[in-house]
């Protein structure tokens, strides 16, 4: 990013997060989708939402201010990236993850960033994840636990596609949250078998998931910390999506050192997480997310390729290589045990 020279540059980094707003409560208000079920005026789109005509016209005008969506003689109409990825049943609806993570557990977090900052807790007397999303009035588990898996399932299935585990027979999915990527890897392979490996809370969800998928019967869980609970070994791949970014960089050698000893001679260790470049230059939502990941744990690390690929060779593996995965927001590396 070239360093700025305009005050309005500053301005629209300080009233950014007024426009993230309008987008959760535009999706509070499902307004992508009645405009795509025909609700085009402002009296429709009043009348179909419950809010008066005032105060939609301010978060309307705000909507187009950013082009989510556009107005022609007093018609409103969904850019196209909004009818692809923020309209129920469209073919990239992923409003619940915008909606439940970025605007309730990302949002709510980041107003503690600054406590995180200092090295001091978020909550005094319960873990973040705990404060943020089972506390009265927080996002609810239920809620957190399907918004995250419908965000997991679309790179999910960039993941299987793009990782050749052909000859592989068993998967392990440390951090394996919902389900999502093992689902994903399951059904390409059809010979493989998954352990998913999480807190015990989040493995109720899994199983729920599993059966729904029609996957329970290829699916085994193991509930536990992956710090201190033993993994399952004779593995060929073993996937940590989104882990190392959550636990301390004091943790991390320790994880490597463990799928290093659950894998086969030959197996792959696959990494996929938000990750900056080595020169910490960006990419930008990368940057982001590592900044709400301290949140987590005051031990967080700014992950780049080069972090990711010493830790694993320090372990023993041989890298191949890192990769992005989400453009300009995830990186996935690749090692495999010699
Ligand atoms: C952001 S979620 C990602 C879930 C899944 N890997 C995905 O990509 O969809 C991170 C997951 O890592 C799990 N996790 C974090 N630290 C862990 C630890 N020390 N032991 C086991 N699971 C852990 C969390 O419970 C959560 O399910």
Same mark, same amino acid.
């Given at each position: 990013?070239?360093?700025?020279?305009?005050?309005? #540059?500053?301005?629209?980094?300080?009233? $950014?997060?007024?426009?993230?707003?309008?987008?959760?409560?535009?999706?509070?208000?499902?307004?992508?989708?009645? =405009?795509?079920?025909?609700?085009?005026?402002?009296?429709?789109?009043?009348?179909?939402?419950?809010?008066?005509?005032?105060?939609?016209?301010?978060?309307?005008?705000?909507?187009?201010?950013?082009?989510?969506?556009? *107005?022609?003689?007093?018609?409103?109409?969904?850019?196209?990236?909004?009818?692809?990825?923020?309209?129920?049943?469209?073919?990239?609806?992923?409003? %619940?993850?915008?909606?439940?993570?970025? $605007?309730?557990?990302?949002?709510?977090?980041?107003?503690?960033? !600054?406590?995180?900052?200092?090295? *001091?807790?978020?909550?005094?007397?319960?873990?973040?994840?705990?404060?943020?999303? &089972?506390?009265?009035?927080?996002?609810?588990? !239920?809620?957190?636990?399907?918004? #995250?898996?419908?965000?997991?399932?679309?790179?999910?299935?960039?993941?299987?596609?793009?990782?050749?585990?052909?000859?592989?027979?068993?998967?392990?999915?440390?951090?394996?949250?919902?389900?999502?990527?093992?689902?994903?890897?399951?059904?390409? &392979?059809?010979?493989?078998?998954?352990? =998913?490996?999480?807190?015990?809370?989040?493995?109720?969800?899994?199983?729920?998931?599993?059966? *729904?998928?029609?996957?329970?019967?290829?699916?085994?869980?193991?509930?536990?910390?992956?710090?201190?609970?033993?993994?399952?070994?004779? #593995?060929?791949?073993?996937?940590?999506?989104?882990?190392?970014?959550?636990?301390?960089?004091?943790?991390?050698?320790?994880?490597?050192?463990?799928?290093?000893?659950?894998?086969?001679? $030959?197996?792959?260790?696959?990494?996929? %997480?938000?990750?900056?470049?080595?020169?910490? #230059?960006?990419? %930008?939502?990368?940057?982001? &997310?590592?900044?709400?990941?301290?949140?987590?744990?005051?031990?967080? !690390?700014?992950?780049?390729? $080069?972090?990711?690929?010493?830790?694993?060779?320090?372990?023993?593996?041989?890298? !191949?290589?890192?990769?992005?995965?989400? %453009?300009?927001?995830?990186?996935?590396?690749?090692?495999?045990?010699?």
């Amino acid at each position: 990013m070239k360093p700025i020279d305009d005050v309005r #540059q500053i301005s629209a980094i300080t009233y $950014g997060f007024l426009a993230s707003k309008a987008l959760f409560a535009a999706l509070d208000l499902d307004i992508f989708t009645k =405009i795509a079920g025909g609700a085009a005026t402002l009296t429709a789109l009043s009348e179909a939402t419950g809010v008066a005509p005032n105060r939609l016209r301010t978060l309307l005008t705000t909507l187009k201010t950013v082009g989510l969506i556009s *107005e022609a003689d007093g018609a409103f109409a969904n850019a196209p990236a909004t009818a692809t990825y923020l309209v129920a049943g469209a073919p990239g609806d992923f409003r %619940d993850y915008v909606r439940v993570v970025n $605007g309730g557990f990302l949002y709510e977090g980041m107003r503690h960033v !600054e406590k995180s900052l200092r090295g *001091e807790r978020v909550f005094p007397d319960k873990g973040f994840y705990e404060g943020i999303v &089972y506390s009265e009035g927080g996002v609810g588990a !239920e809620a957190f636990g399907a918004a #995250q898996h419908k965000g997991s399932l679309g790179p999910a299935r960039i993941f299987a596609k793009r990782v050749d585990l052909a000859g592989a027979r068993r998967f392990l999915d440390v951090g394996g949250g919902s389900g999502a990527y093992a689902h994903a890897v399951l059904r390409r &392979y059809p010979e493989m078998r998954a352990t =998913i490996l999480d807190f015990p809370e989040t493995l109720e969800t899994a199983r729920r998931y599993a059966a *729904e998928a029609g996957l329970s019967g290829r699916i085994a869980h193991v509930g536990g910390n992956a710090i201190t609970t033993a993994w399952p070994g004779g #593995q060929d791949a073993v996937l940590m999506s989104y882990v190392w970014s959550a636990v301390g960089a004091a943790d991390i050698p320790a994880l490597a050192r463990r799928a290093f000893d659950a894998l086969n001679p $030959g197996g792959s260790v696959l990494i996929h %997480d938000f990750m900056v470049d080595d020169a910490h #230059q960006g990419p %930008d939502f990368a940057a982001w &997310y590592l900044l709400a990941a301290i949140l987590d744990n005051p031990g967080a !690390e700014c992950l780049t390729p $080069g972090f990711v690929e010493g830790a694993l060779g320090d372990a023993g593996f041989a890298v !191949e290589r890192t990769e992005p995965m989400l %453009d300009g927001i995830t990186s996935l590396t690749r090692a495999r045990k010699p």
